[in-house]
């Protein structure tokens, strides 16, 4: 049997649940030391941290994966993207002309134009910026280097964000590069970020009961 007891330390009431023993004393039911529950909120936090990662790393993907199909259907140069004009014509958007904001349509972009669309349609810039900061560790990566110090579910600082992505744009304007170099970058980027989700533990599923 339980109920309610009340002792009395250090001149306060305490209440806490009393259990009856057989001899028909009672005694207080054991208290959960402070120190646990710091260690059951510590893992909540973690938790709640780890299921922060994957969705970064899923919205990342995601990204980079719009990116990819917006190039493969039409790869520009010189400018971050083509919009369609009259009489079939096509306007080369370079620049600040292009503004804060992607077109809805566009017939070709360049690899940071892809970026910037793909971004747009998910309406976070953060976003963009971990998948600038992705595209050029691949391709710094692709050239035989170390990865840098920013990892993936980091953003850059916006000095060093602006100079990664005019060396992006520089090299996908370079004289002689394909558009199947610029997509192979980008396969290397998704590649990345895929191994780096499958390395992360699952989050825990509250449905199915979490690891204790």
Not at 8 to 16: N, P
Not at 94 to 122: E, K, N, Y
Request: net charge positive; proline share 5%; charged share 20%.
């Amino acid at each position: 049997m339980t109920r309610l007891a009340t002792f009395r330390s250090a001149g306060r009431d305490v209440s806490v649940p009393a259990v009856t023993t057989p001899e028909g004393g009672i005694m207080p039911a054991r208290r959960e030391r402070p120190w646990r529950r710091r260690l059951h909120a510590l893992g909540a936090r973690r938790q709640s941290l780890l299921e922060i990662q994957h969705s970064v790393l899923e919205r990342l993907l995601a990204l980079l994966e719009a990116a990819h199909a917006d190039l493969s259907a039409g790869w520009a140069q010189d400018g971050w993207w083509t919009t369609p004009a009259d009489g079939s014509q096509q306007i080369l958007v370079t620049g600040l002309a292009a503004g804060v904001s992607a077109p809805h349509d566009a017939d070709a972009v360049c690899l940071v134009g892809a970026l910037i669309r793909a971004g747009a349609a998910q309406g976070g810039d953060a976003e963009v910026g971990r998948a600038i900061d992705a595209v050029y560790d691949a391709l710094w990566e692709s050239r035989g280097q170390s990865a840098t110090a920013t990892g993936m579910l980091t953003v850059s600082s916006p000095q060093v964000r602006l100079a990664r992505t005019q060396a992006l744009t520089r090299w996908n304007d370079a004289k002689g590069r394909t558009s199947g170099e610029v997509l192979a970058i980008l396969d290397r980027a998704i590649a990345r970020v895929i191994q780096t989700l499958a390395a992360l533990p699952a989050p825990c599923d509250a449905a199915r009961g979490c690891p204790s």
